[in-house]
C-alpha cells in the first residue's frame, strides 16, 4: 500500500500517504454525530414541531420579549465596557513592559478557567451589601446586585478574555516601522494610535467583541447568582428557558432555545467573516 | 528630528504610558483579582475548622467524586476526539475539511444551558428517544450518564483546537518519512507525531478538565439536581447558596477555584516550555 501510495506520482502523492485516515475521520465524524449534530437537531426537529404560529406566540409573549430585551441590553453594555478594557490590556500587556507584567497575562485566563457558578457566587459577595464593594457603591447610590448592572457585569467578567486574546496576537505581530514612520512625519501619539494602530487592530477586535457578545448572551452560569431572577425586570433568555424546563413546559423551552441558538449561529458567522478579514489584514501588514 | 530607538515612544508619553498602566492594572485588580482573592476569604472566614467541617461534609464530599467520576469518563474521551480530529484534518486533504474545522468549533458557540435542552428533548422522559429508553430500562437525563453526555458536548473542541493548529503547523514531512522507512500507523504516532505535540495535547486537556469540572448550565439542566444523588459540585455551590449556607458555598467553590488556579500555572510552566 504504501508502494503504490509513493508510486503514483506527484499531484495525489500527499494526498493519503499516511494511514489511519478512515479511523480518525471516522471517529471524528461518529463523535461529532453522537455528541453534537443529533441533540442540536433534535431542538430544530421540536422546532418545526411546535409549528410557526405558536412558536411565534411563545417568542412573543411579554415575558419572553421582556427576557430577550434585558439579555440584549445587559450584553451590549457588558461588550461595551469589554470593548474598551480588553483593548487597553492587549495595548498594555503587548507594548509596555514593568513588574508583574506575567501575572496581569496570566490574570486575562482567570475567567475562562474559573467555573461560572464560582464567578457569579464571588461577584454577588463582592457587590452585595456586606462585601468589598457593596457599601462603597451603596453611598454612590449604585445598586448592582439584582439589577441589570449585575447582569452585565456578570457577563462582562466571563467574556473579557476573548477580547484581549483576539487582539494580542494582532498587536504583537504588526510591523513597528509603521509607527516609526508616522512618528517622523511628526504625528502625535493619539494620531499614531487612531490612523495606524487602530486600524490594524479593527479586524481583531470586532471579531473579539463578537465572540465576546455571543458568548454573553448565552451566558447563564455566572448571572443566575447575582440576577435576582424576576420575570420582567432581571431574568435573562437562557433562564427563562430553564424554568420552562421545570414547568414541563418543553414547547416553551424549545423555543426559546432556539431563537438563542440562531443568535448564536449568526454571530458565529459574522465572527468567521471577521476572523478571515483579520488575517487577510494580517498578511497584507506584515 | 531625534531618533527614538526603534519600538519606543519619546519621553513625553512615558506620562501616558505610565497612566495606562496604572488604569490596566487598577481595573483587573478590581474586577478580576478581587473576586478570585474573596472566594477564599469568604471561605476561610470562620477559620480553617469550619472549612474542614464544610468540605468533608457528606454532601460536598459526594458532590466532588460526582465531579471527579465526570472528569475522569470526558477527558480521556475528548482526548482521543481530539487526536482523532487534528490526525484526519492536519494530516490529509478531503472535500469539506473546511466545514468539519467549523463543526468541531460549534460546541463553543453554544450556551451550555441550550446544549442541556438538546439532550432533555432527545433522552428525556418526554423526548425522541424517551420511550425506548424506558423500555429498556435505561436512565440517561437525571442521572450520571446525561451529566456525562452534556460535558463531553461542551469541553468537545477543547483538545482539538490546541493540537489541531500545531499538527497543521508542523506538516507532514516527518511522518511520512517514517512511512517510506517502514513504520506503521502506530509507530508514527507514538513516535514521531506524539512528541511533537504532547505539550499543547497536555495543555488541552489540563484546558478541558478545568472547563468539565466547572460546567454548570448544561449539567443543571439534564442532572434534575438531586441532592447527593445527580449534585455536581458546581451545582453543590448553587445549592448551598440557596439554603443560604454562603461558607459552606464558598467552601465549596473553594475547592473549583484551587482546580482552576492549579490549570494557569500549569498553562505557564507549558507556555514557558514551548516557547523555550
Redo the contacts between chains.
Sequence with gaps: M?AAA?HTGAPIR????????T???G??LL??TF??????I??I??GAEIGPERFWRIISSPRAVAAFQITLTAALIATAFNAI?GL??A???VR?E?R?K?I?D??????????????G???T??FSAN???GPVLDAMGIQVVYTIWGIALAM??TS?PFVVRTVQPVLEDMD?ALE?AA??LGAR?WAIFTRVVFPAILPAWLAGCTTAF?RS?????AI??IAGNLPFRTEIA?LL??IR?EE?D?NG??AI?LV??AF??V??VVS?VLQAWASRHREASR | ?TT?P??Q??GQ?RR??RI??G???G??L???????V??FV?AFAQGWQVYAANILHPATLHAIWLTTITAIIVVPLNV??G???A???A????PGRGI?V??????F???????G??????Y?R???LGPWLQANDIQVVFALPGIV?VT??VT?PFVAREVLPLMQAQG?EQ??AA??L?A??WQ??TRVTLPNIKWALLYGAV?CT?RA?????GV??VSGNIRGQTNTL??H??LL?NDLN?VG??AA?ST??LI??V??VI??ILEGRRQS
Excluded at chain 1, 217 to 221: D, K, N, Q, R, V
Design positions: 504504501t509513493t500527499a494526498k493519503r500517504v499516511l494511514p489511519g485516515f479511523l480518525s475521520l471517529t471524528t463523535y461529532m455528541i453534537v449534530l443529533i441533540p442540536v433534535t431542538l426537529l421540536k478594557y487597553l490590556m495595548w498594555v500587556l509596555y514593568f508583574g506575567r496581569l496570566a490574570l486575562m485566563d482567570v475567567p475562562f478557567a474559573l467555573p461560572t457558578a464560582v464567578a457566587l464571588s461577584l459577595a463582592l462585601g468589598w464593594f462582562a467578567f473579557v513597528p516609526q512618528l517622523t501619539p455571543a448572551l448565552g451566558e447563564f452560569g443566575v447568582f437562557a428557558a430553564y424546563l414541563f418543553y423551552a424549545a432555545a438563542l441558538l448564536a449561529l454571530l458565529l468567521n | 528630528m527614538a526603534l519600538g515612544l519619546p508619553t501616558g504610558e495606562l498602566i488604569l490596566a492594572v481595573l483587573t478590581l474586577f478580576i483579582a478581587a473576586p478570585l474573596f472566594i469568604r482521543g476526539f487526536i482523532a480530529a490526525w484526519a484534518v494530516k490529509h486533504r478531503f468539519l467549523t463543526l468541531i468549533e460549534i460546541p458557540s453554544i450556551s451550555p444551558i441550550i446544549a435542552i438538546c439532550y432533555l428533548l432527545l428525556g418526554q423526548g425522541l453526555l463531553m458536548f468537545a507532514s511522518e511520512q512511512v517510506t517502514g506503521n500507523g508514527i504516532f484546558l478545568a469540572v466547572g460546567e454548570f448550565g443543571s439542566v458546581p451545582l455551590v448553587e447558596f454562603a458555598a464558598f467553590a473549583l477555584t482552576a488556579v490549570a494557569l498553562k505557564a
